[in-house]
């Protein structure tokens, strides 16, 4: 009672709302909002759908603080979240999208979907909750068990238990989860359904011993969620931090430093730390601060006072403008790393007018020169060169004494090796043997765009896997495999029957997640893998009904479309890509291509120029190259040079290049060229055929 759960989403009344309704005002984004009440109840007055002014009944409180937002109800079932918070601490108002501009129709206005309850935000802050939205109609039938975070959303159906303990019988402890004696991973997987960034698979969660991974996927580090080294990023609820953390590796749980129903930290400052670590960590002769946390000269402290265990190892970052939330991966700073990568760390958190390499001697100053081996050291490297670090790679999934979501977050870059090297393939498919179920999916999920031979044998073991989100990810990865493919009937019944269940798992994946544009991107893809195109088409447009900026869905409907002969619709399609992110490649790269087959030439070469300089993609310099050599340009050898040194050795790329050094009777050059790509490439036929051509050609 009275704790932040207890007071996650509340009816408006007197007690719980906590804003000045008394007919305050706020101007944001060249609006004036106005804040009134009418006798009991609360009002809004806001910009509306429409991008008028719109008067609109707070229905709930939605949190309680550092802010406070408020909920209103629209069409069709739909609750939003009003984009107009109160300060709890400051006592005012603010906006909390004044960064992001959004207009009216676009998703992240607080009117579209990224500001929807329903799907947003209900699961994690009622108890019991069913979204159940209906497609065919665009409309939610939203029901709960009980409005805020109530004792059975951790601890599942308790009539049972009451029954038991006013009876005065023996309590089975087995009808409650969430108690004591349950494992680390148990206790931090049931708190991680809502404190994780993760897909969710099954209409409702389970009670009763089930697995995390029963009814939803936790994000694996995705880059853009994460920084490169796994700190955190965007808002990702803490779950795929804190299980990064050696502490979890060693069976600390939540509940040794949160209160498991006041959810507040059982100690303030270092007592906390200090109840399981020796105190000589909370001494200068450890941290190297000041012992009263005073700063020093030249020193400008934004966050922290150095010398709290959390300053260093539980550094943060503040979202919805004013909500600070720790890094629970409890990590030693790494300020080398961000001089290398620009990954953040804790040092310059404070030290804001320092750069990375001060720190960075700071810390070789007092600890030495080397630093412990830390996964990050791989995984940084990796999203810059995943090729040159793919051994580390390799060695980092296969080393169970590491975390999970680390060896998980590995996929990401093996996945792009995957279909050329088959070391690579090897130490995935390995993975798919993994005891944890979280590598199991991630490798099940990465295989999808490879040919059917090459998965099918793997991914079939796993459609009887006891974790839902394994048979998803393996009946995803399958899709294409149908009863009227030849793959098919290699397969016996019972094949066939666990294929045919966990195919409707996915299914209903898709269908729970109806409601959001990816998984209607996702039903495209699987339809263009079945070759039902109008299916495909059909899923990407709505997609974009969705989320206007969902361009992973216009291109893909864009490229279908060229495939079709409407040149047309394909051209709109990409220009609109454009329109919306101007330094995206993709779209750039796709659009020389067709306007260079309209022999559109300058048109297309400035798009191509555009593509080869914001993506370094080689193929857009090698294709930059051959539509000026066609021309007869000089500036070709430069654009060809360009694709390889960004792919030495490219065979293709290599021919281009000679060719245009034979027809300019350049021959010393074209020698040298081939002699370079053989050493790169030194079996290649086609490589060795240029040789042998060029050994009859003229010495000069």
Known sequence: MGSHHDESMQRATKV???????????????????????????WVETQGEEGVAKSYQVLYTFGTEPLQ??????????????PLAWDT????????????????????HWTGGGMNWNSMCADCHSTGLKKNYVPADDRYETSWQALDVGCEACHGPGAAHVKQAQAGTTINRALLDMIRGETSQKTVEKCGRCHARREQLTPAFEHGGHSMLNHYLPDPLSQGLYHSDGQIDQEVFVYGSFTQSRMYQLG?????????????VKREGNALCLGCHAAQYATPAHHHHSPDGASRENTAYDRGTGDQCVDCHMPGKVYMTNDFRRDHSLRVPRPDLS??????????????????EWAAEQVRLWFGDTRAPHYSDTLTRAAVDPLGTRQALITLLQDPAQPHIARAATVQYLAQLMPTDPAVRQALLHGLDDSNALIRATIARAMYDLPLEQKLPDLLQLLDDPVTAVRIAAARSLVELKPNSPAWHTLNRDTHNLLAKAAEEYQTQLTVNSDFAASHIQQGTDALKSGREEDAARHFVRALEIDDHQNAARMSLAQLRYRQGDITAAESLYRKVISQEPDAAAPHYALGLLLAELGQLTAAETELEAAARLGANPRAWYN??????????ADAEKAYLQALELSPGN???????????????????ARTLIKQSLSVNPNHPLLLRLRQFLAQAPQT
Do not use: M
Not at 89 to 108: V, Y
Not at 252 to 263: E, G, I, L, N, R
């Open 89 to 108: 601490e400051r006592s005012l108002w603010f906006h909390l999208q004044e960064d992001l501009k959004p207009k009216t129709g676009e998703w992240i």
């Open 252 to 264: 600390v749980t939540c509940t040794h430093c949160h209160d498991p129903h006041s959810a507040k």
């Open 624 to 633: 930059l190259a051959v539509l000026r050599h066609q021309q007869g340009r």
């Open 16 to 42: 719980s709302v906590k804003g000045d309704f008394s007919g305050a005002r706020l101007s944001a984004l060249g609006f004036e909002h106005r804040f009134y009440s009418k006798g009991d109840t609360f």
């Open 69 to 82: 937002q408020y909920l209103v109800a629209t069409e069709k079932g739909r609750l939003q979240a009003l």
């Open 651 to 669: 065979p293709e790329f290599t021919q281009g290049l000679a060719s245009f050094y034979v027809q300019n009777k350049q021959w010393r050059k």
């Open 339 to 356: 001089a290398k990568f620009g990954t953040p760390n804790a040092c310059n958190n404070c030290h804001g007018d320092r750069s990375p």
